[in-house]
């Protein structure tokens, strides 16, 4: 029998998500809960059933799974609505992606004895490649978690960790990994442009430069290291441009204070 999911909220992430379990052959019936028109029409033409609200969720649709990708600052707001899904002879699993909110939050808005996994993942799972980090609270079942790891592959690798103080700097690092990547690429043809490449051919460069080189870091047996020094001959182009990022205004400094900055910002979002 096809598993039940029911997606609330079908923006940047859920939209990636769904994406990504369309796209399998595991047969789950996903109905999808948007307010927003174009955005609930996108869901509808990639293959789930839709509503604008709680109320246009057929009766008959009992949720294996409600998966909640709306923002942490409504997240207090819509849970209520779901109250009911998580009691009764089929208790749903809830399964929040919302950044900076603790299972805890999640029990507190839905039910104590809820079974409720929170889950940070990233938008590369639109394509079947994202990092989807778990944490699951003691109510959840063996059988739950199992769902949740089938779904979740869908999108990509999965990880379940024990000790949920992680989670803050999960986020900072795969959460919102892809946007400081994207920035890279963004620079790097920037950089290529103002070196004398017309924008086209350095936004190619640049693209194919940042995939090449995470397939084969992603594939070697060599650590990103080796892979660094392999490429920088001594006294060459490379060593003049790493001299810059490790020289006295280090990227790994940089880096960690954008790290930084991130965990903070999950943590405060947490208490908000
Ligand atoms: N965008 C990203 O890369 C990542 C986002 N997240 C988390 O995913 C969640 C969603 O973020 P985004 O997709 O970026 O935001 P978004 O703004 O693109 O999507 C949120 C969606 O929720 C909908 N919504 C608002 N109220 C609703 C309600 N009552 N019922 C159903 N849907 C409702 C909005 O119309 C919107 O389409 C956040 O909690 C965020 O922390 C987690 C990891 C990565
Ligand atoms: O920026 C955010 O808050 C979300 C969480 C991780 C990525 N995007």
Same mark, same amino acid.
């Given at each position: 029998?096809s598993r039940r999911i029911l997606l609330i909220?079908?923006?940047?992430?859920?939209?990636?998500?769904?994406? %990504?379990?369309? $796209?399998?052959?595991? %047969?789950?019936?996903? *109905?999808?809960?948007?307010?927003?028109?174009?955005?609930?029409?996108?869901? &509808?033409?990639?293959?789930?059933?839709?509503?604008? =609200?709680?109320?246009?969720?057929?009766?008959?649709?009992?949720?294996?799974?409600?998966?909640?990708?709306?923002?942490?600052?409504?997240?207090?707001?819509?849970?209520? =609505? @779901?109250?009911?899904?998580?009691?009764?002879? *089929?208790?749903?699993?809830?399964? $929040?992606? /919302?950044?900076?909110? $603790?299972?805890? /939050?999640?029990?507190?808005?839905?039910?104590?004895?809820?079974?409720? +996994?929170?889950?940070?993942?990233?938008?590369?799972?639109?394509?079947?490649?994202?990092?989807?980090?778990? @944490?699951?609270?003691?109510?959840?079942?063996?059988?739950?978690?199992?769902?949740?790891?089938?779904?979740?592959?869908?999108? %990509?690798?999965?990880?379940? +960790?024990?000790?949920?103080?992680?989670?803050?700097?999960? #986020?900072?690092?795969?959460?919102?990994?892809?946007? @400081?990547?994207? *920035?890279?690429?963004? /620079?790097?043809?920037?950089?290529?442009?103002?070196?004398?490449?017309?924008?086209?051919?350095?936004?190619?460069?640049?693209?194919?430069?940042? @995939?090449?080189?995470?397939?084969?870091?992603? $594939?070697?047996?060599?650590?990103?290291?080796?892979? &660094?020094?392999?490429? #920088?001959?001594?006294?060459?182009?490379?060593? /003049?441009?790493? =001299?810059?990022?490790?020289?006295?205004?280090?990227?790994?400094?940089?880096?960690?204070?954008?790290? !930084?900055?991130? #965990?903070?910002?999950? +943590?405060?979002?947490?208490? !908000?």
């Amino acid at each position: 029998m096809s598993r039940r999911i029911l997606l609330i909220g079908c923006g940047n992430m859920g939209f990636a998500m769904l994406k %990504g379990w369309l $796209s399998s052959d595991a %047969g789950f019936d996903i *109905h999808v809960v948007e307010p927003a028109e174009p955005l609930r029409i996108r869901a &509808r033409e990639a293959g789930a059933s839709i509503s604008r =609200d709680r109320d246009g969720i057929p009766a008959d649709f009992v949720p294996d799974a409600i998966v909640i990708a709306v923002k942490p600052q409504v997240i207090h707001a819509v849970l209520p =609505d @779901y109250k009911v899904f998580a009691t009764g002879g *089929h208790p749903a699993l809830f399964l $929040s992606v /919302a950044a900076g909110i $603790s299972t805890q /939050a999640i029990e507190t808005s839905v039910d104590k004895d809820a079974a409720v +996994i929170r889950c940070m993942p990233n938008t590369p799972a639109a394509i079947g490649e994202g990092m989807m980090v778990c @944490y699951a609270n003691r109510a959840t079942t063996a059988g739950q978690r199992e769902l949740a790891g089938e779904l979740l592959r869908r999108s %990509g690798k999965v990880a379940f +960790i024990d000790d949920e103080g992680m989670m803050d700097a999960v #986020t900072a690092v795969s959460g919102s990994g892809p946007a @400081y990547l994207f *920035h890279f690429i963004e /620079a790097l043809s920037q950089a290529g442009a103002k070196a004398g490449l017309p924008e086209d051919f350095a936004s190619e460069l640049a693209l194919q430069t940042v @995939y090449g080189a995470a397939r084969l870091a992603f $594939s070697s047996a060599d650590t990103p290291s080796t892979l &660094r020094q392999q490429v #920088t001959s001594p006294n060459g182009t490379t060593a /003049a441009a790493l =001299d810059v990022f490790m020289g006295k205004s280090e990227l790994a400094d940089l880096v960690a204070k954008a790290v !930084a900055a991130a #965990t903070a910002r999950s +943590i405060a979002l947490g208490k !908000a």
